[in-house]
């Protein structure tokens, strides 16, 4: 398994995520980091972490498999996390020299899943402030958008507006003073819409700010299944809020402060 990038992170490709708040990467996990991510996704589905929740928001809705801090679950993704190029991806396009994990997952839509991602962005969820905040979305098999890929607003980490976060778990509702996502499947000409058709070892990174959401897996048999990681970047700090997603556990540190703990330990520098 290649923990070095198979080639530079363009100008062009920085470019694009500073701008689009969203870019496409080719191929830069090879077949070894896919196979050896498929097996540790068969490894969690049959003994999912205690953070393991239903997703599957409405009665009739079925099929999506949501789990997180699954490197702190499995020895299997802590590899990925500390060896693959992902957090070396996220330093080169953030432009930062030091690159934390706050915590990885798996999104997985089987054959049928009919429960959708909402439109959301990601950073009104977790307890942390800083503009180098990015989700790298890794691909483990091939994706279109009948499968579920995901849908981009391009420019939206742009708007200089946060959004309140909509739980995924239909248990859970989370209160803040901000406004709701708009509409943005009723008006959809009115975005600039990107998604990617994505083979394995293909990935995207997109900005905590930008504005997407996925549809069901409208394949009979072909699964979605996709591994992501988030990142931050130097500019992040520690900043814990009543009624967000809820994390593995306390991470010792105070508001503030520089993520460097270890739940949320720095994985790359330069």
């Not at 500073?18 to 991510?37: K, N, T």
């Not at 498929?38 to 809705?61: F, I």
């Not at 802590?78 to 020299?97: C, D, H, Q, W």
């Not at 098999?141 to 778990?169: C, M, P």
Request: proline share 6%.
């Amino acid at each position: 398994m290649n923990g070095e990038l198979h080639r530079p992170i363009t100008d062009e490709e920085i470019a694009t995520y500073q701008r689009d708040g969203i870019v496409c990467l080719r191929g830069f996990f090879d077949a070894d980091w896919v196979e050896h991510l498929r097996e540790q996704v068969d490894a969690d589905m049959a003994e999912p972490s205690p953070m393991r929740k239903n997703v599957d928001a409405k009665k009739g809705e079925k099929g999506f498999f949501f789990d997180t801090f699954i490197s702190h679950h499995l020895e299997g993704f802590e590899k990925v996390v500390r060896e693959s190029p992902g957090a070396e991806i996220a330093g080169k396009l953030m432009g930062s020299n030091k690159i934390n994990l706050l915590f990885d997952q798996l999104l997985i839509k089987d054959p049928g899943a009919t429960t959708r991602t909402v439109w959301h962005h990601d950073a009104t969820y977790w307890p942390v402030s800083g503009d180098q905040i990015c989700t790298l979305w890794l691909a483990l098999d091939s994706v279109t958008h009948d499968t579920g890929a995901v849908e981009y607003i391009k420019g939206s980490h742009l708007w200089g507006q946060r959004y309140l976060a909509v739980s995924f778990n239909p248990d859970e509702k989370y209160e803040e003073d901000l406004p709701e996502v708009p509409d943005i499947e009723a008006n959809r000409d009115d975005y600039d819409i990107v998604w990617f058709d994505l083979e394995p070892g293909d990935c995207t990174v997109h900005h905590a700010l930008t504005v997407h959401g996925a549809p069901g897996n409208g394949s009979n048999s072909m699964r979605r299944r996709a591994y992501v990681i988030r990142w931050t970047g130097n500019d992040v700090t520690y900043n814990p809020r009543p009624n967000l997603m809820k994390i593995l556990r306390d991470p010792g540190i105070a508001p503030g402060d520089p993520l460097d703990c270890d739940l949320f330990p720095v994985i790359w520098r330069c």
